[in-house]
């Protein structure tokens, strides 16, 4: 089984600084108490690393001089937000308590860090800010605030802090840093205040220590271009204010450092220009420790110094800006104002270099507050509401040297004042809580201080007015009359010693020398040279050299020395140093006692800067005087050890029945029940409001060993029900996993069948529903026609009815009504009308009227022509039948020449006699008539062209149905018969003459005469006659009528052509007619 605390750390129960302990945690608890047990403590604790150890609230510090992995992050949330007890002594516990307080309990709170120089308590200091950044609220602008507070601490490290032989890295000023926060706890901004920084360190350092950092960072670290802008020299060995024997420090790199102090620089906010004036400065004291003096006999016999090599004195004024002729004469000269008088003096070499001094001293010291004062500027809370305080004090500490000047008198004095609030706050603290809780209390015996502080600081007779009043007081001072003065007033008390005290009581006390005070601080007595202390305090400076100062072409410079400026010449002393640091210290006190005190007493376990030495007698020594052992008895007077009720219960609550495991009441009742059930005698505690005290660290042990022995019981007993617990809750998972695979199994083939039932159920429905919706269609489909069609007809046959009924109502009904009604009118009158304006029944007249309306124009000539239809045949009805042949002739003739014959026209009027001679009745032609056997169809006087020249004789020519007859007009003798059925063709031309050729046929009996050319005037008729007989035969052909103007008649055995031209007409209008050869005869005739 693993041992019980390992259990209970994997199972995160709340670890205790009581648990495994090395040592005693708090020394408090310690056991038996004495200073042997006390210093053994701190020694297995320091051995073991376990640097940090508690006297109650107050945390003492062990300066290891080594790295411990005890600062890391995860330490940081190791201690974050946890109960100061809880966990095993460390600072952060420490800072962790002092944050909560201040933003849960809004109580301003003040971080006292104390011990000797080299102790730790520069560090100290950083952790807890660190912590303090770390654990407060983040964010883009709170960053930037942490880390420029942060990164305050290089640059203040870099001009304030020096290798002295107790400490490489040795804060020679004291600082207290107020870090101001919002009512969240996020942090807002910061004050530092600086208190006396050691200047005389400046011009001169002990053997084995060093200028300040800055120095030699400034000469290893800046580049070569810098360095020639300052015109500065690498090499140390160069300037006199360094010293040589430790110019290098073990594990330090200044140029590393020099780095980064100028980053630190530029993140607190100093501008470019800023930085190279701050080491502008740097250089001029450097330069300034270079210049050295000769003296110069005068004639009024004094000497007086001048500067032997004024290449230094150059290069500082062109770096400053001083005219090089001021300077120099503030080196030799100095004048004295009294009484409105101006007295110039020359100056020593001694003088000079006092001068000299001065200035270098004053020049670094109020540079230094002004680096304070501008990082002030650049961290200062940007916030007027009201904000909450955390102070953090880091002074030089106590310190006793070989050889103490004013310095260290001033820093122990203000250790002094610090040990005083430290005795004062923390018996308070501890009286009021016992009060608070209602506890008896009776006073504890505690050295306080308060004398020594008074012998000091006293205003009246203390040593600070004291000196005061010497530098103030005319007449020659020296350190010598101040000491015979300390020697006058302050000989009676307990703590001060001198020669001249100590001489009346112990003559042979050789470690007092004669020009020595000692005064027996809390922390030891410490030897004070009065050399110096004068001077020191004075502070004084040539005012040409503040002048020459002021005059600078430097605004850095300018700034520094305001007394220089001539306009505001103040005859008034300066305020002594002593006087300042006193206002400043009583300052500083007033605002720690506003503030709730949190204590680091940092030790130091060597004198070697080394790890692992522990000096039994340096550490019992500082244990004596930070009053540590009087620490723990104070806290142990009363009681040992107490705790709230309920943390108590809850640790101890196992060691008995009725606590365990839960105590129902009151926390209280629970812690009484427990301690009386565990047989504690009654004396052994006192139970307070809140808390339980306890008074014997023995009852303390006592409890924890009762409660570790408990715990292994009770771990066995948590491993049993939790291996229980373990497996049946994995067996129950199991189950569990089990029941949920079955179900998703179940739940998965249900569901399968489910779907498969549901998709068939689907396509029978699916078809079944198919099937009634294309029933139903059908049925609606008809449903819907016979509708469609009922409407259809109905809504025709109501269109109908309506029409019917309203027809008459249409206006387009109208228009035809009167269409109608009006063409019926128009016709009406055009009949009407066309009766009256009828042509005449002949059917020759061609004239018809004129037609009213072009609509009409069909009908109008329709009717004209049905109209000389009807009139013809009219006009036919009243024909004789001889009237019908006369016409019908008419027309024969009009088929014949009708367009083809020029005569035509003229024949038309003219009626077909027939007998034109009166064959019957005329008695002339009785014989001639007798001969003719046939009815004459005509009788006429015609022609006989003669064949040889041409000219006519006349001869009575006879028609008859069968022959021709030509015979003498006057006798009437026959000529010539010719049968019909011998006539060929007859032959006429197209013009109007009546020439005619009779065409026998060849062969025929009466060809032999030749054919006939004959003229009449009536040869239209003739040949119409002639032509109609042939027609009407029927056993002859039809007599051929060629119509042309040229044509061949047989004469005899010749043939002639007959040729008609149109003829001018000559005499009257004949037709002459002439024979032109024998082929030719030539009809001229003229055109009508
Ligand atoms: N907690 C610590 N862990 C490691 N080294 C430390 C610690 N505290 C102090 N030191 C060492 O001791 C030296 C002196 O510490 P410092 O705080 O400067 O002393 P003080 O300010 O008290 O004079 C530091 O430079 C450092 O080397
Ligand atoms: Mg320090």
Redesign the pocket.
């Known amino acids: 089984m693993p041992p019980c605390h390992v259990v209970l750390s994997k199972m995160e129960v709340k670890t205790s600084l009581l648990d495994n302990m090395i040592g005693v945690g708090d020394m408090v608890l310690i056991e038996p108490l004495s200073e042997d047990t006390f210093i053994e403590n701190l020694r297995k604790r320091f051995e073991h690393n376990e640097?940090y150890t508690y006297i109650g609230s107050v945390v003492i510090?062990m300066?290891?001089?080594?790295?411990?992995p005890?600062?890391t992050a995860e330490k940081v949330e190791e201690y974050r937000n946890r109960n100061f007890y809880e966990l095993s002594p460390h600072?952060y516990a420490l800072a962790d308590e002092a944050y909560r307080s201040l933003r849960d309990q809004d109580k301003d709170q003040c971080i006292l860090?104390t011990?000797?120089?080299?102790?730790?308590?520069?560090?100290?200091?950083?952790?807890v800010m660190s912590y303090v950044a770390a654990v407060c609220g983040k964010g883009q602008e709170v960053n930037k605030v942490k880390e420029q507070l942060l990164q305050s601490n290089p640059v203040l490290e870099a001009f304030g802090?020096a290798k002295t032989v107790?400490?490489?890295?040795?804060?020679r000023f004291g600082k207290y840093m107020d870090i101001e926060f919002d009512f969240k706890g996020d942090p807002l901004g910061g004050v530092i205040s600086n208190y006396l920084l050691e200047k005389s360190r400046v011009v001169k350092q002990p053997r084995g220590e060093r200028n300040f950092h800055i120095f030699y960072q400034l000469l290893s670290g800046a580049s070569d271009d810098t360095l020639k802008k300052l015109k500065l020299d690498r090499d140390f060995s160069k300037y006199n204010y360094l010293s040589l024997d430790s110019a290098t420090v073990n594990g330090l790199d200044d140029a590393a450092c020099f780095r980064t102090v100028r980053n630190a620089m530029q993140i607190v906010g100093f501008m470019e220009d800023e930085v190279q004036s701050v080491l502008e400065l740097v250089a001029a004291v450097l330069k300034l420790g270079n210049l050295e003096f000769k003296p110069e006999s005068r004639c009024n016999g004094f000497d007086e110094s001048r500067i032997k090599d004024k290449n230094d004195l150059k290069e500082m004024c062109e770096l400053l800006g001083i005219e090089q002729s001021v300077l120099e004469r503030a080196f030799s000269f100095r004048t004295v104002e009294a009484k409105m008088e101006k007295v110039s003096t020359t100056l020593n070499v001694a003088q000079a270099y006092y001068a000299r001094d001065a200035l270098a001293k004053n020049l670094y010291s109020r540079l230094f507050s002004w680096l304070v004062n501008r990082i002030n500027e650049s961290i200062k809370a940007q916030t007027k509401s009201r904000k909450k305080v955390m102070g953090v004090l880091?002074i030089?500490?106590f310190e006793i040297f070989e050889d103490n000047s004013f310095e260290q008198f001033i820093i122990n004095y203000c250790n002094e004042k610090l040990q005083q609030i430290f005795i004062e706050l923390t018996l308070r603290e501890e009286q009021e809580e016992y009060i608070r809780e209602g506890i008896e209390w009776t006073n504890i015996e505690y050295f306080n201080n308060a004398i020594i502080c008074d012998l000091i600081e006293n205003n009246k007779n203390g040593i600070l007015a004291m000196l005061d009043e010497e530098c103030l007081r005319p007449g020659t001072v020296t350190d010598e009359t101040f000491l015979d003065k300390l020697n006058t007033v302050c000989a009676e008390h307990q703590h001060f010693e001198s020669r001249q005290s100590k001489n009346s009581k112990f003559l042979t006390d050789h470690s007092l020398p004669h020009n020595c005070f000692r005064i027996q601080h809390y922390a030891g007595k410490v030897l004070y040279r009065v050399e110096g202390f004068v001077d020191k305090n004075n502070d004084l400076l040539y005012r040409d050299l503040s002048q020459a100062m002021y005059k600078a072409n430097h605004s850095l410079i300018k700034i520094l020395f305001p007394e220089g400026n001539p306009a505001k010449v103040n005859l008034k002393r300066p305020l002594t140093a002593g006087f300042q640091f006193r206002a400043s210290v009583g300052t500083l006190m007033k605002n720690l006692l506003t503030k709730n005190p949190n204590y680091i007493r940092?030790i130091?376990p060597n004198d070697k800067?080394a790890a692992h030495i522990f000096t039994d007698s340096l550490v019992c020594h500082q244990v004596r005087y930070l009053g540590l052992m009087e620490n723990v008895r104070v806290r142990r007077a009363g009681y040992a050890f107490r705790q709230a009720y309920e943390p108590c219960l809850e640790r101890y609550k196992m060691l008995c029945k009725q606590t365990w495991p839960h105590w129902k009441g009151p926390a209280r009742e629970g812690v009484e029940v427990l301690l009386k059930n565990l047989q504690v005698p009654a004396e052994e505690f006192a139970y307070g409001r809140s808390k339980i005290f306890i008074r014997n660290p023995r009852t303390l042990f006592f409890l924890e060993e009762k409660r570790r022995q408990c715990l292994e019981d009770l771990a066995t007993l948590i491993q049993k029900i939790y291996r229980g617990w373990k497996c049946r809750t994995h067996f129950l998972l199991l189950k569990k996993s089990q029941v949920v695979v079955a179900a998703w199994y179940r739940r998965f083939a249900q569901q399968k069948k489910y779907q498969n039932i549901r998709s068939s159920a689907l396509v029978v429905q699916s078809y079944i529903r198919g099937w009634k919706a294309r029933k139903l269609l059908r049925e609606l489909k008809h449903k819907k026609r016979c509708e469609e069609a009922v409407t259809t007809i109905s809504a025709y046959w109501h269109g109908t009815q309506v029409r019917r009924e309203y027809r008459k109502f249409f206006r387009a009904n109208a228009g035809k009504k009167i269409y109608d009604f009006t063409i019926q009118r128009i016709m009406q009158k055009y009949f009407m009308g066309l009766k009256k304006t009828m042509p005449s029944m002949s059917p020759v007249d061609k004239s018809w009227p004129a037609r009213p309306y072009g609509f009409l124009d069909g009908m109008h000539q329709e009717l004209r022509r049905i109209f000389h239809l009807w009139r013809c045949k009219k006009y036919r009805s009243q024909f004789t039948e001889e009237k019908k042949a006369t016409y019908e002739e008419k027309l024969a003739a009009s088929e014949l020449f009708k367009d083809k014959k020029a005569l035509y026209p003229s024949s038309v009027g003219q009626p077909f006699k027939g007998d034109y001679v009166e064959i019957t009745k005329n008695p002339k032609y009785q014989k001639l008539n007798s001969l003719v056997e046939d009815k004459v169809l005509l009788a006429d006087v015609v022609s006989k062209i003669n064949r040889a020249n041409g000219k006519g004789a006349p001869r009575i020519f006879l028609l008859t149905k069968k022959s021709l007859v030509l015979a003498d007009q006057k006798t009437g003798q026959v000529k010539a018969s010719v049968p019909l059925l011998d006539l060929s063709s007859v032959s006429v031309s197209t013009q109007s003459d009546g020439f005619f050729a009779l065409k026998l046929k060849e062969g025929s009996t009466s060809a032999a005469k030749g054919d006939f050319l004959l003229s009449s005037d009536r040869l239209i008729e003739i040949i119409t006659k002639l032509h109609r007989i042939g027609a009407a035969s029927a056993e002859r052909n039809q007599i051929n009528i060629d119509i042309s103007d040229e044509f061949l008649v047989q004469f005899k055995q010749d043939k002639v052509c007959v040729k008609f031209i149109p003829g001018t007409p000559k005499n009257g209008n004949g037709v002459a007619c002439k024979r032109k050869n024998n082929r030719l005869l030539e009809v001229s005739v003229p055109s009508p």
């Open positions: 640097i510090s300066n290891p001089y080594k790295s411990l005890i600062y600072i860090i011990g000797e120089s080299g102790a730790g308590k520069t560090e100290a200091s950083k952790f802090n107790r400490n490489d890295n040795s804060s880091d030089y500490g940092c130091k800067k």
